[in-house]
């Protein structure tokens, strides 16, 4: 489904609705776009099936849960081989420190945001991956304040 060919206003308010609050029943999203539940189950399941609704989820407050620490990760390599990106694939899939990855433009390969509980949490992470793929280079940037979590302008 291309964006902007195929979805229309509704399916753009849909959209809305469940990024901002993806507790929201059917009948309260089909409510609030002015569809019965029918055809907005529709919309909402060929969206899901075309891959523009990846997975619904809970926004958890990192802190809270004892993950108050994060941490933006810049790696770069000198090993561009399908062999390389295979392992580190792999890695970045299997690291539950890690909650995003980025293949970048420039002079950084790879972002990655990593939560932890603290410093020394970051350390042990941060052996791991320097022992687990040859890197050219890791630099760290802890976050001070996470100043906007957003859904999508859509």
Known sequence: M??????????REILRLLAADATLSLADIAARVGLTPTPCWKRIRRMEQAGIILRRVAELDQAKVGLPVSVFVAVETTDHSSTWLKSFAELVANTPEIVD???MSGDVDYLLHVVVADIAAYDKFYRRLIAAVPLRNVSSRFSMERMKSAALPI
């Open 2 to 11: 291309a964006v902007d060919k195929e979805m229309d206003r509704l399916d």
């Open 101 to 103: 990855a980025w293949r």
